[in-house]
T-cell receptor
Framework: KAGVTQTPRYLIKTRGQQVTLSCSPI?????VSWYQQTPGQGLQFLFE???????NKGNFPGRFSGRQFSNSRSEMNVSTLELGDSALYLC????????????FGQGTRLTVV | AQSVTQLDSQVPVFEEAPVELRCNYSSSVSVYLFWYVQYPNQGLQLLLKYLSGSTLVKGINGFEAEFNKSQTSFHLRKPSVHISDTAEYFCAVSDSSASKIIFGSGTRLSIRP
């Protein structure tokens, strides 16, 4: 079956703009988590959605938001972009139960100029 | 709260030599431990996981790890490395849902011919 698909793979935006990233989970996976990866901060958890509801949240400002649709696809949005938002954004999906495994997409590389 | 410490940011080894990547964790609840590998410009791939049971866990590509509860460690080992093992390796901890994963800072493994 198809893996986790993230679109777009690369994105260049200007400071102050907003951006929307998409994550399509593996068929049957209902949980989608988002992570930010930067050289300075490493991999940090942003938030997790399950059945269209945010179930977990990391320590990021309100400019970072997300949502999940009824088909489990998820989007994350970053408003008022800052240079420091340049990062690789990864999503991971699971079936949503216990003793499960997270599968990662290839990520979206966002560059803010 | 859960946390992960990877003691080495870089590990250089010669091809066909053994390698150990060190990881210590901290958690106040039952832990589920993982090692992920990231190749350049790629997402994360699960190498192995410890959920319960045998403390010696075997993964893909010839890697294995040992869970040591008394030392709160989960070191990754491979008896003989190959050039293709060049990548960044992340130790991680989560609860059983794997919906919020806490990552270590990563260890860059470089293989010399």
């Amino acid at each position: 079956k198809a893996g986790v698909t993230q679109t777009p793979r690369y994105l260049i935006k200007t400071r102050g703009q907003q951006v929307t990233l998409s994550c399509s989970p593996i068929s049957g996976h209902r949980s989608v988590s988002w992570y930010q990866q930067t050289p300075g901060q490493g991999l940090q958890f942003l938030f997790e959605y399950f059945s269209e509801t945010q179930r977990n949240k990391g320590n990021f400002p309100g400019r970072f938001s997300g949502r999940q649709f009824s088909n489990s696809r998820s989007e994350m949005n970053v408003s008022t972009l800052e240079l420091g938002d340049s990062a690789l954004y990864l999503c991971a999906t699971t079936e949503g139960g216990m003793n499960t495994e997270a599968f990662f997409g290839q990520g979206t590389r966002l560059t803010v100029v | 709260a859960q946390s992960v410490t990877q003691l080495d940011s870089q590990v250089p080894v010669f091809e066909e030599a053994p390698v150990e990547l060190r990881c210590n964790y901290s958690s106040s609840v039952s832990v589920y431990l993982f090692w992920y590998v990231q190749y350049p410009n790629q997402g994360l791939q699960l190498l192995l996981k410890y959920l319960s049971g045998s403390t010696l866990v075997k993964g893909i590509n010839g890697f294995e790890a040992e869970f040591n509860k008394s030392q709160t460690s989960f070191h990754l080992r491979k008896p003989s490395v190959h050039i293709s093992d060049t990548a960044e390796y992340f130790c991680a901890v989560s609860d059983s849902s794997a919906s919020k994963i806490i990552f270590g800072s990563g260890t860059r493994l470089s293989i010399r011919p």
